[in-house]
């Protein structure tokens, strides 16, 4: 036995068959009037339909559902809109976390503005004017040989030491390629070294680069949207010859491909956290990671990325024959103690360039000054604050004036020497005293010229012989490095040790063999 059950929406009736509910009226009606040629009066009075029921069973081939012909009046709400739609609009800017619920709107509205309506009416406005302000994109294509550059920010593990590096990203957004360096400082160095060596993985130069709004490159954007770029970044570009694109302001979606890659190095190439001693280490790890990226094959794509790499470097612009210099120059004055300032910490130079005006090259990884073309110093890179490198070597020359400031010098202090060094400072002080650590810092001025093996070598051969003198030693140590017998020659080092021999006498030897003098 069949049993129909009527379901008011449409006049609808359906029959069980199987588990499933058939559709099985508009069927009958459409073949009756469209197939039979029956009239439509005839057919609603042998249904029992309405004709303009059966009217839109003719006009839609399946229920249309309830279409509304006018958007409903909400007259409690409707002085309430625009306080609704601003408290959303500034949510965009607020912390996620701590952004308007429906709920909290309409106790706001109550609170504030005395509104009388229910809740239900706020959460259903708030929930399509939400929708309505969510942004819409258009799908892109991305052409070979163009790239897309931004910093992002991870731990690491430095030296036992966890904290916070700066990722220099390069995306090429046509193969997915990717180049990602590690940093301490987010500034024009490594902004400047990362486009260096990331043109050196990838064989070539992008023809156009898109990058955010950064200071390194934009010192001003000006009201019609043009922007006006750093020195910097002109030389960069001067150099390398590639076309440059920046994102709106504030629309990190512009520049999306290299978004995500952010997410991806920070999530796949940095988790677990590296363990590394060095900045260079780390580095190391993440090159390997850029290239082992390359045989992924990533959603639809048929090919690796290093197969649809190669379409990039195809389009790509050859690097040029000179390298750019990837540093920041500056000019300063040498200080009264013979250091200048860099970057909020301090670097010495040679005493005989105080109060001399010099050049600073500043790289990511070394500080290197020059005077009058001739580089004078070279520094590691430091990246606290109110530190000091110092070459000990620079403040010698002083100290042989100033032999009573030697034991408090403070370039001097922690400087690692062979232990042969304090054997003979000790040595030389106690038969010449303050002459004597004279001599000594003499002696140490031979580390400018020699290697210090060689030096260390002469010392503890001059303290086996006796030959504790700059000459003398110096002469050991040339004897060393030509690798021939040492020549003491009396006229020519006369500090080294020497016996006097008399003219010989008949009386002496009348004494020697037990005469009368």
């Known amino acids: 036995?069949?049993?129909?059950?009527?379901?008011?929406?449409?006049?609808?009736?359906?029959?069980?068959?199987?588990?499933?509910?058939?559709?099985?009226?508009?069927?009958?009606?459409?073949?009756?009037?469209?197939?039979?040629g029956r009239s439509q009066r005839s057919v609603a009075l042998f249904y029992g339909l309405n004709r303009r029921t059966v009217e839109k069973m003719l006009e839609h081939s399946s229920p249309p559902g309830y279409r509304r012909k006018q958007i409903p009046h909400k007259p409690k709400l409707a002085s309430h809109i625009d306080f609704i739609e601003e408290v959303i609009k500034q949510d965009k800017t607020a912390p996620r976390k701590q952004r308007h619920t429906a709920r909290r709107i309409y106790n706001r509205l109550k609170e504030e503005r005395g509104f009388e309506g229910g809740y239900t009416i706020?959460?259903?406005?708030?929930?399509?004017?939400?929708?309505?302000?969510?942004?819409?994109?258009?799908?892109?294509?991305?052409?070979?040989?163009?790239?897309q550059v931004d910093f992002g920010e991870s731990q690491v593990i430095l030296g036992g030491v966890q904290q916070k590096v700066h990722l220099f990203i390069m995306d090429i957004p046509q193969s997915d390629g990717c180049f990602v360096k590690a940093y301490l400082r987010e500034?024009?160095?490594?902004?400047?070294?990362?486009?260096?060596?990331?043109?050196?993985?990838?064989?070539?130069?992008?023809?156009?680069i898109l990058y955010d709004n950064t200071k390194i490159a934009v010192s001003k954007i000006l009201g019609n949207g043009q922007r006006v770029k750093t020195k910097a970044f002109i030389e960069l570009q001067s150099h390398y010859l590639?076309?440059?694109?920046?994102?709106?302001?504030?629309?990190?979606?512009?520049?999306?491909?290299?978004?995500?890659?952010?997410?991806?190095?920070?999530?796949?190439?940095?988790?677990?956290?590296?363990?590394?001693?060095?900045?260079?280490?780390?580095?190391?790890?993440?090159?390997?990671c850029c290239q082992k990226r390359q045989e992924d094959i990533l959603g639809s794509h048929r090919e690796s990325i290093g197969d649809r790499l190669r379409r990039d470097q195809e389009a790509f612009r050859q690097l040029p024959g000179v390298p750019y210099e990837a540093c920041v120059l500056t000019s300063v004055l040498v200080s009264s103690e013979s250091l200048i300032s860099f970057k909020g910490n301090f670097y010495s130079v040679p005493v005989r360039y105080g109060y001399y005006q010099v050049t600073i090259k500043g790289?990511?990884?070394?500080?290197?000054?020059?005077?009058?073309?001739?580089?004078?110093?070279?520094?590691?890179?430091?990246?606290?604050?109110?530190?000091?490198?110092?070459?000990?070597?620079?403040?010698?020359?002083?100290?042989?004036?100033?032999?009573?400031?030697?034991?408090?010098?403070?370039?001097?202090?922690?400087?690692?020497?062979p232990a042969v060094f304090e054997r003979l400072k000790k040595v030389l002080y106690k038969r010449e005293g303050k002459a004597g650590v004279r001599e000594y810092i003499r002696i140490l001025r031979l580390l400018s010229v020699h290697d210090i093996g060689h030096v260390a070598g002469g010392i503890r051969q001059g303290l086996q012989m006796g030959i504790l003198s700059y000459e003398g030693i110096k002469h050991l140590i040339l004897c060393q490095v030509e690798e021939k017998p040492p020549r003491l020659n009396l006229v020519s080092l006369p500090a080294v040790p020497s016996v006097r021999v008399a003219q010989t006498k008949v009386s002496a030897y009348q004494h020697l063999m037990g005469g009368v003098a």
């Not at 995500?260 to 580095?283: D, K, Q």
């Open 1 to 36: 036995m069949t049993f129909l059950y009527i379901f008011a929406h449409a006049n609808i009736f359906y029959a069980p068959r199987g588990g499933e509910y058939i559709p099985f009226l508009d069927l009958k009606v459409r073949q009756a009037c469209l197939v039979e």
């Open 122 to 147: 706020v959460r259903e406005y708030v929930a399509q004017a939400r929708s309505n302000m969510r942004e819409m994109f258009v799908p892109l294509c991305h052409e070979p040989g163009k790239a």
């Open 187 to 208: 500034n024009t160095e490594s902004f400047c070294d990362g486009h260096v060596s990331g043109f050196e993985f990838l064989g070539g130069v992008p023809l156009e």
């Open 242 to 288: 590639f076309k440059d694109r920046f994102a709106r302001i504030g629309k990190g979606n512009d520049k999306g491909k290299v978004e995500n890659l952010v997410g991806y190095a920070r999530r796949n190439f940095m988790v677990p956290l590296p363990e590394v001693e060095s900045i260079e280490e780390l580095n190391t790890h993440l090159l390997k």
């Open 363 to 417: 790289y990511v990884d070394r500080v290197e000054i020059f005077h009058m073309d001739q580089k004078i110093a070279r520094h590691v890179r430091l990246y606290g604050k109110g530190e000091y490198a110092f070459n000990p070597l620079h403040y010698l020359p002083l100290l042989e004036r100033k032999v009573g400031a030697f034991e408090q010098a403070a370039p001097l202090k922690g400087w690692l020497l």
